[in-house]
């Protein structure tokens, strides 16, 4: 198989696997239990939150730890409109992940929802986004990296006009994380484990100092009572190492990525067109479209190359992508189109190898 679905998920890093190793095995106590072993496995998830918190890069907050990014952006949204009920409006934008569309979409009910569009390229309009903003609003939610297309929103001129009306400003950072610098601006910052070559099922919340959600989560009361449940020391090693390492691999990563971009675009052909933006861009997500081609039947035709048509939840659904369909897409085209995510452990003869079988498998269909 050649592996090119990173904005699915990341393989986990060697450094990350070893981490954790110990905590799988004879170092099992609970990590909330008073005696030597269990403040052991919670001095361990201490340093793990720092390693993560220096990854974040963000001063002046703490990280929470929760099962996923889902939950944590699930978290941000519910708990901040429990929180602020003198305010009942949230904005947020076209293309973000389906945890923030879905959850406000569900709070709709109860509160003023505004989505604002984006353009062609995907990035979101600034004077429409002030238009957009009151001192109703409560929360303006918007991605740092769009998992679909790569595309990077000025999350940093976002959080000033949310700001300048009082609300706060979510970021979901999943796809940032590790891969460009997080802007001063935001006030909760959602990040993933298994996106930053990490374990699985953990995710955090960054929280802003005063800026904390009301718990979603009620129970025994750990993460300072802001989450119950009891925490994995393995997850919770293996995020911390992971984000250690995509610190400290930061611009080996990126220098990596920038090859492999200007590979796979060398071989790709004019048949091609990227989606999204160009510049304002993470160069590890590759999403073209090729008129006329029948992307469901090319991944049938190229099963043993991991690519995806769009986001992975929207895969499996037969939907058109919508973050395809917000930059102006048809129905047709958006079903035209592949998404090539690839990263730290790609290797640039699979790429390019990759990319000359997808496109044999497209001339096959005749575009
Ligand atoms: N936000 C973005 C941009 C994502 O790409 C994903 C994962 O696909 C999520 C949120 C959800 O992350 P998790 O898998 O940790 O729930």
């Given at each position: 198989?050649?592996?090119?679905?990173?904005?699915?998920?990341?393989?986990?890093?060697?450094e990350?696997?070893?981490?954790?190793?110990?905590?799988?095995?004879?170092?099992?106590?609970?990590?909330?239990?008073?005696?030597?072993?269990?403040?052991?496995?919670?001095?361990?998830?201490?340093?793990?939150r720092?390693?993560?918190?220096?990854?974040?890069?963000?001063?002046?907050?703490?990280?929470?730890?929760?099962?996923?990014?889902?939950?944590?952006?699930?978290?941000?949204?519910?708990?901040?409109?429990?929180?602020?009920?003198?305010?009942?409006?949230?904005?947020?934008?076209?293309?973000?992940?389906?945890?923030?569309?879905?959850?406000?979409?569900?709070?709709?009910?109860?509160?003023?929802?505004?989505?604002?569009?984006?353009?062609?390229?995907?990035?979101?309009?600034?004077?429409?986004?002030?238009?957009?903003?009151?001192?109703r609003?409560?929360?303006?939610?918007?991605?740092?990296?769009?998992?679909?297309?790569?595309?990077?929103?000025?999350?940093?001129?976002?959080?000033?006009?949310?700001?300048?009306?009082?609300?706060?400003?979510?970021?979901?950072?999943?796809?940032?994380?590790?891969?460009?610098?997080?802007?001063?601006?935001?006030?909760?910052?959602?990040?993933?484990?298994?996106?930053?070559?990490?374990?699985?099922?953990?995710?955090?919340?960054?929280?802003?100092?005063?800026?904390?959600?009301?718990?979603?989560?009620?129970?025994?009361?750990q993460?300072?009572?802001?989450?119950?449940?009891t925490l994995?020391?393995?997850?919770?090693?293996?995020?911390?190492?992971?984000?250690?390492?995509?610190?400290?691999?930061?611009?080996?990563?990126?220098?990596?990525?920038?090859?492999?971009?200007?590979?796979?675009?060398?071989?790709?052909?004019?048949?091609?067109?990227?989606?999204?933006?160009?510049?304002?861009?993470?160069?590890?997500?590759?999403?073209?479209?090729?008129?006329?081609?029948?992307?469901?039947?090319?991944?049938?035709?190229?099963?043993?190359?991991?690519?995806?048509l769009?986001?992975?939840?929207?895969?499996?659904?037969?939907?058109?992508?919508?973050?395809?369909?917000?930059?102006?897409?048809?129905?047709?085209?958006?079903?035209?189109s592949?998404?090539?995510?690839?990263?730290?452990?790609?290797?640039?003869?699979?790429?390019?190898?990759?990319?000359?079988?997808?496109?044999?498998?497209?001339?096959?269909?005749?575009?």
């Open positions: 198989m050649i592996y090119l679905d990173y904005q699915a998920t990341t393989p986990l890093a060697p990350a696997r070893e981490a954790m190793e110990p905590w799988l095995g004879e170092q099992f106590a609970n990590p909330h239990s008073p005696y030597t072993a269990g403040r052991m496995a919670a001095a361990a998830i201490s340093v793990a720092d390693q993560l918190s220096d990854a974040i890069g963000l001063p002046g907050g703490q990280a929470v730890f929760t099962g996923s990014a889902t939950e944590a952006i699930n978290w941000a949204i519910r708990g901040t409109m429990e929180k602020r009920p003198e305010r009942s409006h949230i904005v947020t934008i076209a293309t973000e992940h389906a945890a923030v569309l879905d959850t406000v979409e569900w709070l709709g009910r109860r509160h003023d929802v505004t989505i604002l569009p984006v353009d062609s390229n995907g990035l979101v309009d600034l004077d429409q986004l002030r238009e957009a903003v009151s001192e609003t409560a929360l303006v939610a918007a991605m740092l990296v769009n998992n679909e297309i790569g595309v990077i929103q000025p999350v940093d001129r976002i959080a000033e006009i949310a700001h300048s009306k009082g609300a706060w400003m979510l970021c979901d950072a999943v796809q940032g994380l590790g891969r460009i610098p997080i802007p001063e601006g935001p006030d909760l910052v959602a990040v993933s484990g298994h996106k930053i070559h990490g374990p699985k099922a953990i995710g955090a919340l960054w929280m802003r100092e005063g800026c904390e959600p009301a718990p979603l989560i009620h129970g025994g009361g993460e300072a009572g802001l989450r119950s449940g994995s020391p393995a997850l919770c090693v293996g995020f911390g190492a992971a984000a250690k390492l995509a610190g400290s691999k930061q611009s080996e990563d990126r220098a990596h990525v920038a090859q492999l971009w200007e590979a796979a675009t060398a071989v790709l052909g004019p048949e091609w067109t990227i989606n999204g933006d160009i510049q304002n861009r993470y160069r590890g997500n590759l999403n073209i479209r090729r008129e006329g081609l029948d992307a469901a039947r090319l991944l049938e035709e190229c099963r043993d190359i991991a690519m995806s769009g986001s992975a939840c929207a895969s499996g659904s037969g939907r058109p992508s919508h973050v395809l369909r917000a930059l102006g897409l048809s129905d047709r085209e958006a079903r035209s592949i998404r090539l995510g690839f990263g730290r452990y790609t290797d640039k003869g699979d790429l390019t190898e990759a990319i000359g079988r997808i496109n044999e498998a497209a001339r096959k269909q005749g575009v």
